[in-house]
């Protein structure tokens, strides 16, 4: 009797030490349930705090203010005359007589500048074929391609021509190269290509070295185009984002800010482009109207001298001088012009260094672009002179002006993208994190009752019981 009088005080002793464990660890795990549910409430807090002053600071909106440094023009009118032109100017440039482009892809690199190769799909083009392209672009006296290539050798003997007798030299094609390749069927896009060597070597060997504020205004203004044109093909590649992996294309806002939005002299720069491709386009109007437009396709034809007629008047009726050309370049000498000339033609030659054909028919395009306009400013007589221009030459003006007027639209836009993420993320932060936070004060209150409902489920048992086994209670079993 004595040996199971031992067992069953043995087997209570045991009894309570487990149920005193289990009582701690049960205690444990309710005290880091809470200890969690505080951390949580924590970091609520701050990411709510954070989160909210950051979209307070945030710009909700680029702020168009003042004159544009070396304009004629204040930011709120280009923009408004932007507005308006923008969809007329992107239709535009979807018309067949506009979308063509004439390049010569089989130039050599002349510089070293390294191998960047571009191994992405999406930075091959698809040329058209000959059958695609309308006959009469095709024959001697229209084609933009059958010119003699300009022979840069003689720039020092025309140093001694009179300035009506000088020419600005901007197509470099050869009579028997170049492809035609449609713009909006190989449209500007984010490749994967990197490209920051190319511009390094434009910055280095293109532009006038120093700084911007102890520049005369005339090597100003051409570090100014430049930078603005790098600007204009940051933003086109950032509205235009590809996604390699999904093959996806999306606005990039976080590219876009890092690349030119944290950046507002980028931005200032950009608008001081547009207002030289708009001012070249103004002073260029009646050549322009007199242009044939022929595509082989009335309707289209059609439309595309309407938009263009609606685009000129636009232009003229609501911006009389977006920049004023003969205060800017009045003092020019002989000598910056050939710099102009000489910059815009290397830059044309150093995209031919490009490894992704994509991006070196639109930066190729985009430099004739700029060549063109500045052909238009220094000319003595714009209006005749401009009636002059080849089919190609006015197909890279008015796409150049349509993507620096998309990069205008997209600023806007841009901004709103933002805005809008950082408005989600607040309320995502809020509800997200106040539903998590609910469920895990509710499953603590659960497992607390249920704790409480086991506990009374025990209670009364021997173990409950801390004096040892009476004699009497012996007795009784006996």
Known sequence: MQSEREEFVDELTQLKIERS????????????????????????AAGIITTGLNYLMLDKSYKYEGIVEDSCSDFKTLKSVNDQIFPLLDELTYKKYFKIFRVNLENDCPFSIGEYICTSKKCVICTCNTSEIPSNWLSPASSPIKQPKDNFAFWDSERYLSPSEWIWHVEDIENDKGVYVDLKLNPEAFTGYQGQHIWDVIYRENCYQGSLNEMCKEKRALNKLVQGLHTSISTQLSEFYVDLSTNKTYPNYPMYFERVGNHPERIRNLFFLYSVLLRAVQLATPGIQKHEINSMSFDEDTRSQYLLNNILNLGNSQCSKAFDEQQFFNQITFEQKKDYQRYIHNISRIMDCVECQKCRVFGKMQTYGLGTALKILFSESPSEFSGKLKRNELVALINTFGKVSSSVKSIDLMFERRTRFNYNLIVTIGIVGGVFIIFMVAIRKIYQEMDKKIQNMFKGMPSDNHQQPSKNNKSKRD
Do not use: P, T, V
């Not at 289990?22 to 609520?44: P, T, V």
């Open 21 to 44: 464990k289990r009582r701690q660890r049960k205690e444990w795990e309710l005290k880091m349930m809470g200890k969690c549910i505080s951390w949580l409430i924590y970091a609520y």
